[in-house]
């Protein structure tokens, strides 16, 4: 069973940074994809960024330019990197991985972005 491990959330001023860290259980080239999404109150989870397999990125329209996807295969890690937070950057953020015909998920870490 792949399990995703996320943490590095917290509280955070508007104009502030945080990095965001997902370990897997296996090795983060072995999936189709890794990503971070996010769900804020009322509202529907969102894709913010993910990767592919070959490296391939993709970010949401509202973080382009401000987080950054990252890999460390060597510590099957996937990051996002935030920067200049804005408070409707607020959400729980989650890690995904596709992989074959399967979603996982990670538990979720809260951001909250205070103005």
């Known amino acids: 069973q792949v399990q995703l491990v996320e943490s590095g959330g917290g509280l955070v001023q508007a104009g502030g940074s945080l990095r965001l860290s997902c370990v897997a259980s296996?090795?983060?080239?072995?999936?189709?994809?890794m990503g971070w999404y996010r769900q804020a109150p009322g509202k529907q989870r969102e894709l913010v960024a993910r990767?592919?397999?070959?490296?391939?990125?993709n970010y949401a329209d509202t973080v382009k330019g401000r987080f950054t996807i990252s890999r460390d295969g060597a510590k099957n890690t996937v990051y996002l990197q935030m920067t200049s937070l804005k408070p409707e950057d607020t959400a729980v953020y989650y890690c995904?991985?596709?992989?074959?015909?399967?979603?996982?998920w990670g538990q979720g870490t809260q951001v909250t972005v205070s103005s």
């Open positions: 990767v592919s397999s070959v490296g391939r990125i």
């Open positions: 296996e090795s983060t080239f072995s999936f189709d994809t």
């Open positions: 995904h991985a596709f992989w074959t015909t399967s979603d996982y």
